[in-house]
């Protein structure tokens, strides 16, 4: 998710290519690889061409999550069961309990056992936790508000 955030500059809820450009300029400099403009437009195209499942021209989170390590795969578990936009809007009115307009670790716990147990999908409390953790690192200051949430856990963030 920390990707997520240095890479989607304008807060969108999407990669468009221009940051995709700076992302894989990133990855290939970590790697040592030389390239130039050309080559780096070349590059984002073809991640493009092979990541934009929806062929927007850009990469939504779960689009992205594919090329990102392992530790931040953990969006493709949410895969399984991505809301509509009525749904997102009744689970976060349901989960924010205080009615302050975000949800805390308290109440992300409490939603995510029940997205957990609603679509049959095993989890123990360690794999809670680093959801809970991945989730998180979106809030600020401990406060997930519904933009960032409902990146995660939308079909079509409205963002």
């Not at 989170?61 to 090329?67: C, F, G, K, N």
């Not at 975000?102 to 999908?121: G, P, S, T």
Request: with cysteine.
């Amino acid at each position: 998710m920390s990707a997520w955030r240095k890479y989607d500059t304008d807060r969108s809820g999407y990669i468009e290519s221009n940051e995709l450009k700076g992302f894989l300029s990133d990855l290939l400099e970590k790697a040592n690889k030389s390239y130039d403009d050309k080559k780096l437009n070349e590059y984002t195209h073809t991640i493009l061409k092979m990541f934009d499942l929806n062929g927007d021209g850009k990469l939504g989170l779960s689009e992205m999550a594919r090329l990102l390590p392992v530790q931040e795969n953990f969006l493709l578990k949410f895969e399984r069961f991505k809301l509509s936009s009525d749904e997102f809007s009744a689970i976060f009115t349901y989960y924010d309990k205080d009615g302050n307009g975000y949800i805390d670790e308290h109440e992300l716990d409490a939603l995510l056992k029940d997205l957990y147990q609603k679509h049959k999908m095993d989890f123990d409390s360690e794999s809670l936790a680093s959801s809970k953790q991945s989730i998180m690192v979106l809030s600020d200051g401990g406060k997930l508000f519904r933009t960032e949430l409902e990146i995660v856990l939308c079909k079509e963030p409205t963002i």
